[in-house]
Every structure is written in structure tokens, then in C-alpha cells.
């Protein structure tokens, strides 16, 4: 490849790159496969109105999200989290069945190191137990 001067891009130029260099970038996305990852459950319902671990899982990082299907037998807010940090918002829902919660992993998580994720329920209001299963993940 030539050596580029400053004084060589034009705007045009400049487009030409950027979408030249978004398009590998996507291409090399696309490239990157989900893998599956197994959780190993802690408990099998919440009755509590204060976040506790569900399930856990440890794995190295190897790529940048998550994605983790929860299933709840009533109203139930998940969320995922890295040394007690979450990944991603809060998932909520309204009545039995599943939800997923999605997010990137924190920038301080260096690739290749391993983490615990721990999977987190809370009933957000009432009383009685809701059952909580963590159905996968996938880490992209």
C-alpha cells in the first residue's frame, strides 16, 4: 500500500475509506460465531424484592455481548452481571415466561481472562415465591 499524505484525501477520499473500512468491519462480525454457554443454577426461585444470584457461569472472554434466556413462573426483573457490575439493562417481566436479557461485557474484562456472570432475579413486587430457570446463553 502507498503512503497517504494529508494533503492527498479529499472528502470523496475520505467517504471511500470509512465505508470501505465499515464494511470489513461488519464482514469480520459476521465472521465471529455464537458459542453456547452453560450456567450452572444457584437457585431455583426469589421471593425477594433485592436482586440475588440465580446462576453463574465462568468463561473467558473471547468476544464482546451476552445473551442469556430467563424463564420466570411470574413477574420477575433479571439481570446479568460481571464482578458486580451489569451487563446491560435490567429485563422485566409482567407474567409467566421467558426474557432475555442482552448486553456487552465491561471494556475491563480483557480478552482471555475468565469471569464468574451471575445471573440475578428479584420479584419487583408482592409476595410468594416465582420460580426462575436460566434456559442458555451465548456469548458473541
Not at 458486580?84 to 471494556?107: D, H, K, S, W
Not at 474484562?109 to 445471573?119: C, H, L, S, T
Not at 432475579?121 to 446463553?137: D, E, K, Y
Request: hydrophobic fraction near 45%.
Amino acid at each position: 500500500m502507498s503512503r497517504i499524505n494529508a494533503g492527498d484525501l479529499t472528502q470523496q477520499t475520505l467517504v471511500e475509506y470509512i465505508l470501505d473500512l465499515r464494511a470489513r468491519v461488519k464482514a469480520l462480525e459476521l465472521q465471529v460465531g455464537m458459542r453456547a454457554v452453560a450456567f450452572s443454577p444457584l437457585l431455583t426461585s426469589v421471593s425477594g424484592t433485592t436482586f440475588e444470584a440465580v446462576a453463574f457461569t465462568v468463561f473467558p472472554r473471547s468476544g464482546s455481548s451476552l445473551a442469556v434466556d430467563v424463564n420466570g413462573s411470574a413477574a420477575l426483573e433479571v439481570q446479568a452481571t460481571v464482578d458486580g457490575v451489569p451487563i446491560g439493562p435490567t429485563a422485566t417481566t409482567t407474567a409467566a415466561g421467558a426474557v432475555t436479557l442482552q448486553g456487552f461485557l465491561p471494556e475491563t474484562w480483557a480478552f482471555g481472562d475468565r469471569k464468574r456472570v451471575e445471573i440475578k432475579a428479584r420479584r419487583p413486587s408482592g409476595t410468594g415465591s416465582v420460580t426462575v430457570t436460566v434456559l442458555g446463553g451465548w456469548h458473541r
